[in-house]
């Protein structure tokens, strides 16, 4: 088979595809530097994850029920990273992370190539202070307390993180234009302190600001984690900014044959009645592979009908440390005044009507690079 067709053969007369032609040549010639450059310096590593994954979705309720099967991404992305040493115990480093869909070949979002993290900084005994788009304090603590590991149909970020379904009343996942210090570990103990700038020129100044800290606490058998984040918001009516605050608080304890987790979270918003979360879950080793099993909650306060569940139930098979085959299966109860959605459904559907539950069958490979 020819490694071009007819049709892959660009004209010199069309702009679109000499234009499209040349972005990629750029990517190409970006990915081949780094590369070179990652055998020639071990500092230097590019690393990804490739992650499809066939869904069977249903919709079920007002205004009518559908089942569809997709192919879909769950999580995929490949990034570069490095470091340099600077004598003395300090070292620079950076990060430049972009998130794309392996069932289209589309980028992770249409306004920035390095969408999922894009940062450098500088570390020592001090700890690190890190410059950029980065990811909050809160969601490092769910990477620890999530029984399907921020993945799949039964991810913890269904309920918990901003989105639409929840109207952004819920942690944070990532800060642009932020700085971040992240502590070295001190007897099981660290922590971290993010302050996000909002660089308004025009009132009110201080919507988009953000201020978030974590502390974390692991030893032995047990984890804990604890963060606290505001986010400045536009008012309604606009003029003024609101804040909208989310405290969170996780835990696991492993008893060798079952690994326990906890989660709990609060969201308090100016003139608005509070929302709260929790979930709770396990894993069972068996083998090679892994039971995963979690329900989540969440409502807001006073409101009939805002209450939205996920029960999961999942198995991932270890094929060797890079690769792992996986399935689960997912129902999210909405109430009629709810409409969550579950990952990764809602990123190939939007969220569901109000009111709508949504249950999902799921069987994917998930491998790092």
């Known amino acids: 088979m020819p490694l071009f067709s007819k049709a892959d053969v660009l004209p010199y007369n069309s ?55 997709d192919l879909s991404t769950d999580t995929s992305y490949w990034g570069v990273r490095g470091r340099e040493d600077l004598g003395a115990g300090l070292k620079a480093f950076f990060k430049l992370e972009s998130g794309f869909s392996v069932d289209t070949g589309a980028q992770g979002s249409a306004t920035q190539f390095f969408n999922r993290e894009a940062y450098v900084g500088m570390g020592g005994n001090f700890g690190s202070v890190q410059l950029g788009s980065q990811y909050t304090p809160a969601l490092w603590i769910t990477t620890k307390v999530d029984p399907f590991q921020r993945s799949a149909n039964g991810a913890i970020f269904n309920l918990m993180q901003q989105n639409g379904g ?83 608080l996780g835990a696991t304890y492993d008893l060798r044959t079952v690994k326990l987790y906890g989660y709990l979270l609060k969201n308090t918003l100016t003139n608005s009645r509070d929302a709260e979360g929790y979930m709770l879950g396990l894993t069972y080793p068996v083998g090679a592979g892994t039971v995963r099993a979690s329900y989540s909650a969440r409502e807001v306060d006073g409101i009939a009908g805002s209450k939205a569940s996920v029960m999961a139930l999942g198995y991932t098979y270890d094929l060797s440390k890079r690769t792992t085959l996986y399935t689960s299966y997912a129902l999210l109860d909405n109430g009629a005044a709810s409409n969550m959605g579950l990952w990764p459904s809602s990123k190939t559907h939007g969220l569901p009507a109000t009111g709508q539950d949504v249950r999902s069958i799921e069987a994917g490979i998930r491998h790092f690079f």
Do not use: C, H
């Open 15 to 69: 702009k679109q595809r000499r234009l499209q032609l040349k972005k990629t040549i750029m990517v190409l010639a970006f990915l081949s530097a780094a590369s070179t450059a990652a055998i020639a310096q071990s500092n230097l590593q590019l690393y990804g994850r490739l992650d499809v994954v066939v869904d069977s979705v249903r919709f079920k309720g007002t205004p009518n029920s559908v089942s569809v099967t």
């Open 166 to 248: 929840n109207r952004q009343r819920g942690y944070l996942l990532l800060q642009n234009n932020a700085l971040q210090y992240v502590s070295p570990d001190v007897k099981g103990f660290s922590a971290r302190a993010m302050l996000g700038l909002s660089e308004q020129t025009a009132a009110p100044r201080d919507v988009g600001e953000f201020r978030s800290a974590s502390i974390e606490y692991s030893q032995g058998a047990f984890y804990g984690g604890f963060s606290i984040e505001d986010l400045k918001i536009a008012s309604t009516p606009a003029g003024a900014a609101w804040s909208n605050k989310t405290v969170t």
